[in-house]
């Protein structure tokens, strides 16, 4: 595109933006956004009322929280933002039918917790597509049925698990109710399936890592700060032994320093004991990490708008196979870890499991299956421990919040379904630590990107024919980005260079990574190839092709020094190998 094309797009673009404000209630035509170093210089100068150590779904929720109760807050997150499970879930936002159906169990010994988890997590589930609905969808899911008792046995579990929702919901995002298919309608999705009959279910779908982005930005918006690859490495006490703040190490300045706060949450997730024995080294431990695989496969194995339960396996566990930006995922399993770790590796029994539980489900070919395969990756789930649990399926899935005797928050357990539920219930326990009084400014914070007038469908069909794109690519900008979509695009259409595609099958452009990288805090390679965009989740051969273009953006941008490459590139080599498929 020659330059006077790129000016007019410039203009179309701000054009478009002054629309929509002027339709709306959007906050301004281009988002402003600090850079990592305007956080960290903001860290240095403030003093908080909350220290956030973690950044994840909990310790983004915990901001969010903050923020909508006039609380000031810094998130510090000792790797990449949603390194750790926040971006390696299932992608669902859900009620967890499996936890109703053990409630009718008659072996089930808490049947009231497990009632209080539905209950709760399908208020939770309307509230969080209603508070982003770019970045969420609802989709209807298949329980294959193969005889008419079980067709009766999951169409009425399915219709308590809908009356529970409707008989709970404050308002919000609205689920269609469960319905009966037949071969014909199951055929049209899941070509390779087997069941002749099966009943379908509404949950919702999100885009994990994309949405604890969406959530600081919101924040930072809202005056809160954060900062990547910044490690909580103790805590400051008073002489009451209560808590005034932290030490932090920051890794891209190797530089150590102090942060004071009136009181500290612990949102580290499978971490959480290592904090809490930094407060209290005869504290006992209470987080069990269970590390959860999935794998990739392509669309064809699946169906483009259903997902697919697999209510028993042959181990007895659920399998969800989801659509997921293009893909099928597939997953999970359960295997209990010594202590957590932020890469765990998918082991060759979860691999074999994982294709064995599909191969029995679908008419598909073994061989080519496994050939098939995209992408495999690994999440540890921090769950709250209770002595008398026997297995980690027995573990309970609720969360905890505890406040120690100098006054250490720790938000354990819980699920990303009901993130802003752990981070309100967070910040009512600040409050009365710190003594504040103030009321939620919004009932249901709207994510940034996502006002009332933003119709996405609609939004998708205008930008096409402003900017000519295609409607993948158009939809891929907008139901990642909101609104915001407007602010990366102009900087892809700032410069001729900047359009450069990163990868024939994908829409990212260096233009994107530039907006990741000086607005989204994006540090490393693998922040913009695992998280910021997903290309790691779905296709990790693309990887090899994009890896060394990514390294040299960051490089320039980031102003790397020949010295400083070499040695990232030494230190990273593991890494990369390890992405080997
Ligand atoms: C396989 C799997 C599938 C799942 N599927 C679903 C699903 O479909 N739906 C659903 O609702 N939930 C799901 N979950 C649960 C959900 O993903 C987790 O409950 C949630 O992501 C936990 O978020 P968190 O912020 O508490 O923990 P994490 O995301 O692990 O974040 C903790 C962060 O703390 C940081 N940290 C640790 N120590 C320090 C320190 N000293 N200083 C600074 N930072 C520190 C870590 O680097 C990490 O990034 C799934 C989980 C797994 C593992």
Not at 180 to 186: H, N, P, Q
Request: aromatic residues 12%.
């Amino acid at each position: 595109m020659n330059k006077v094309a790129f000016v007019t797009v410039a203009s179309l673009l701000t054009q478009r933006k002054i629309q929509l404000q002027s339709a709306g209630d959007s906050q301004q035509i281009y988002y402003k956004l600090k850079s990592r170093e305007e956080h960290l210089a903001d860290a240095l100068q403030n003093e908080y009322d909350v220290i956030i150590v973690g950044g994840g779904a909990t310790g983004a929720g915990v901001s969010l929280a903050c923020a909508n109760r006039g609380l000031k807050s810094i998130v510090l997150e000792s790797q990449d933002y949603a390194s750790g499970a926040s971006s390696k879930s299932t992608k669902l936002v859900h009620g967890g039918v499996r936890y109703m159906q053990q409630v009718f169990q008659l072996s089930e010994k808490n049947r009231i917790e497990k009632w209080g988890l539905v209950a709760e997590s399908l208020r939770e589930r309307s509230n969080f597509l209603s508070m982003c609905s770019y970045l969420t969808q609802d989709f209807p899911t298949l329980i294959p049925c193969n005889n008419l008792f079980d067709l009766g046995y999951y169409y009425f579990g399915s219709l308590i698990y809908h009356c529970v929702y409707l008989y709970y919901q404050t308002g919000g995002h609205t689920f269609k109710p469960p319905r009966i298919v037949g071969k014909e309608e199951i055929q049209s999705h899941f070509k390779f399936a087997k069941c002749n009959y099966g009943v379908i279910y509404y949950d919702g779908q999100f885009n994990d890592a994309r949405m604890v982005q969406e959530l600081l930005v919101t924040s930072s918006l809202k005056g809160q700060n954060m900062a990547n690859y910044v490690e909580v490495k103790g805590l400051l006490k008073n002489e009451q032994n209560k808590i005034t703040g932290v030490q932090a190490f920051d890794k891209i300045g190797q530089k150590q320093f102090q942060i004071k706060g009136k009181c500290v949450v612990n949102a580290t997730g499978g971490w959480a004991d290592n904090l809490r024995l930094m407060d209290d080294p005869t504290a006992s431990k209470r987080i069990v990490s269970v590390a959860g695989s999935h794998l990739t496969m392509p669309q064809k194995y699946g169906s483009r708008h259903w997902g697919y339960l697999i209510p028993k396996t042959s181990d007895g566990r659920v399998l969800y196979m989801v659509p997921w930006q293009g893909n099928m995922i597939m997953g999970t399993t359960e295997r209990k870890l010594e202590s957590p770790t932020h890469d765990p590796t998918v082991s060759h029994e979860e691999y074999m499991w994982l294709l064995k539980s599909f191969c029995d489900e679908f008419t598909v070919d073994a061989s080519e299956a496994a050939r098939d395969v995209k992408s495999k990756w690994c999440g540890v789930r921090p769950l709250v421990y209770s002595s008398n649990a026997l297995s980690t399926k027995e573990v309970s899935r609720t969360h905890e919040i505890e406040v120690s005797k100098s006054g250490l928050i720790s938000v354990m357990g819980g699920k990303w379904t009901i993130f802003r539920l752990m981070g309100e219930q967070t910040v009512d326990k600040i409050q009365q630590l710190i003594g504040s009084n103030q009321k939620r400014i919004e009932n249901l914070p709207k994510l940034v990107g996502d006002w009332t007038q933003f119709d996405h469908r609609k939004e998708i069909q205008i930008m096409m024919k402003m900017f000519d794109l295609p409607q993948s690519y158009a939809a891929y900008f907008l139901t990642t980005y909101g609104d915001r979509a407007y602010d990366v695009l102009k900087l892809v259409y700032e410069k001729p260079e900047n359009k450069e595609s990163l990868h024939p099958q994908f829409p990212h452009t260096v233009g994107e990574i530039l907006y990741q990288i000086r607005y989204e805090q994006a540090r490393k390679p693998e922040d913009i190839l695992f998280r910021r965009t997903r290309l790691g989740f779905l296709d990790q051969n693309a990887i090899f092709t994009v890896y060394e273009k990514v390294f040299q953006i960051m490089a320039k941008e980031l102003k790397w020094s020949d010295k400083f490459q070499q040695q990232f590139l030494k230190e990273n080599f593991e890494y990369i190998r390890k992405l080997e498929f």
